[in-house]
Every structure is written in C-alpha cells, then in structure tokens.
C-alpha cells in the first residue's frame, strides 16, 4: 500500500487537497486525527494529550490502507502525518516523547507533499500561529530534508496544487516496484502536463461521489 502524506503549517489546505486527491484517485484518505480529539476536549491539550493523537493518527492510517486494499486501490491519502506532531510537541512543550521521534524516522510514505503558505490564512478556534506559518515551513523543509524523505513543495493556486499533486503521484504509481528499492520515484520538476481542473472546485458529497472518507467514530 502506498501512502502519500500532506504536511506543513497550518492553514495551507492540506484536508482539501488529501480530499481532492482521493475523490481524483477513486481511494480513500484520512482525516487530522488532531482535529477529531480537539473538538470533543477542547482546544487546551497537555503533552499527554498529544501523545494520543499521535497514536489516534497512526490507528487511522492503518484503518484506511485496510479499507483501500479492501477496494483493490493501491495508495491512500493522510492528512498531516508525525511530524506534525513532533514539530507541534517541540515548539509548544520544548520536546518530542523518544517513541514518536522513532516513529518518524521509520514511517514508511512513497511521497510527503509540503504545502506552502501561500494561502490566505483562515481563522479557526484550533489554530495558533497565523503569524508563524514560514518559520514552521522551513522547519518542515528542513526536517524533510534530514531525513532524506522523498518530497514535493506544493505551492499557487487551489487548481495549481492539484495538478502539481497529482503529477507527483502519477509519477508515483508508474514507478511503484514493492520489491525494488532501486526504482523508488524521487520527486523531480515542477509538472508540464496540464490537467482539466478550474480553478473554481465543486466538492461532491460522499453520498454522491462514492469515495470512501475514514470517518472516525
């Protein structure tokens, strides 16, 4: 199963995009755990409480890849990953619990896409730092870059980071070889085919659109 993680700052729509890709790739894609735990507690978390929903986030990453390769779909989609929760951890407590360090390090994602903080910043009772958002993109930028991720900076327009996604996983899937490491995709150039997107997207409902959504219960 591949997956294709969305992370950065906040406010950079990494739930859009990880919607739009699974409506686009017929697949399913999981939802910010974070968001789920927040709005049932309250937006006042302890480090305890981050530590649950780094653990909420890796039990919906594996409830989604059973439900894809239930479908027959070889990738999935995750909104945010753990590194999300290290930087988080970092910034607002000084450090990172060791298990969720490790964790990082062997997540296994066929590609990570870094969005960038070109869009306007929308006002949300969970988000804290509107004014901060480059400086936490350039320490995704850099963690991505230690660690030696396979990883795309996703940046214009709501249309432009579609297409320039799904050049990326198009990439991605005609080079998947499960058992060759070898021919792993890197990511490479910004995209020269265009796809039929406008600028203007209409959202299906899961009713109509029939892609499956983790939904958490």
């Known amino acids: ?10 406010s950079t729509g990494k739930t859009t995009l990880s919607r739009l890709l699974a409506e686009h790739y017929h697949t399913v894609w999981v939802p910010e755990y974070a968001r789920h735990y ?56 000084g450090h990172c619990p060791d298990w969720i360090q490790r964790q990082v390090q062997v997540q296994q994602y066929g590609l990570v896409l870094l969005l960038g903080v070109d869009l306007p910043w929308e006002p949300d009772p969970l ?11 350039d320490l995704y930028q850099r963690e991505l870059r230690e660690q030696f991720s396979n990883f795309a900076e996703i940046s214009g327009t709501p249309s432009q980071r579609l297409e320039a996604a799904c050049f990326h996983v198009d990439a991605l899937l005609a080079h998947r070889r499960p058992a060759a490491a070898d021919s792993a995709y890197l990511a490479g150039p910004p995209p020269t085919k265009r796809y039929p997107f406008s600028e203007n997207f209409v959202v299906l409902p899961r009713s109509l659109s029939g892609i499956p959504r983790f939904v958490f219960a």
């Open 38 to 93: 927040l709005e049932e507690r309250g937006p006042n978390y302890t480090l305890t409480d981050l530590e649950e929903i780094a653990r909420g986030q890796l039990a919906a990453e594996a409830a989604a890849a059973a439900a894809a390769a239930r479908l027959g779909q070889p990738i999935i989609f995750c909104d945010t990953d753990l590194l999300v929760i290290k930087i988080w951890s970092e910034h607002a407590f």
């Open 127 to 137: 988000r804290e730092h509107p004014n901060h958002r480059q400086y936490f993109y």
């Open 1 to 10: 199963m591949l997956r294709v993680a969305l992370t950065g700052p906040e």
